[in-house]
Nanobody, 122 residues
Framework: QVQLGESGGGLVQAGGSLRLSCTAS????????MGWFRQAPGKYREFVAA????????DYADSVKGRFTISRSTTENTVYLQMNNLKSEDTAIYYC???????????????WGQGTQVTVSS
């Protein structure tokens, strides 16, 4: 049973930055994708970013492209989401999860973290 735990959320002003971390209980990156999703109140969970097991392939939602960066450390079993130039519309609970693909489809993820709250004040 893989366990994923997110951290790094918090309250930040618009234009600020946060770095989220997702640590796995065991080595789980190969051959999976790790993804970040977010869910705002009253909205569906949406794809944010994903990274391949090798780290060579990344993908982003259009809404965060150029502002967010996903990366991973295999030695630490951790995936990161660096979020810069945050906007009020980025306010949501952020979840990390694991999938063998396709990575934009939340239904294809088998393990999820408990989520971490990100609140951006305008």
């Amino acid at each position: 049973q893989v366990q994923l735990g997110e951290s790094g959320g918090g309250l930040v002003q618009a234009g600020g930055s946060l770095r989220l971390s997702c640590t796995a209980s065991e080595h789980t990156f190969s051959p999976y994708y790790m993804g970040w999703f977010r869910q705002a109140p009253g909205k569906y969970r949406e794809f944010v970013a994903a990274i391949s097991w090798s780290g060579h392939r990344t993908d982003y939602a259009d809404s965060v492209k150029g502002r967010f960066t996903i990366s991973r450390s295999t030695t630490e079993n951790t995936v990161y989401l660096q979020m810069n130039n945050l906007k009020s519309e980025d306010t949501a609970i952020y979840y990390c999860a694991r999938t063998s693909g396709p990575y934009r489809d939340s239904a294809r993820y088998d393990y999820w973290g408990q989520g971490t709250q990100v609140t951006v004040s305008s």
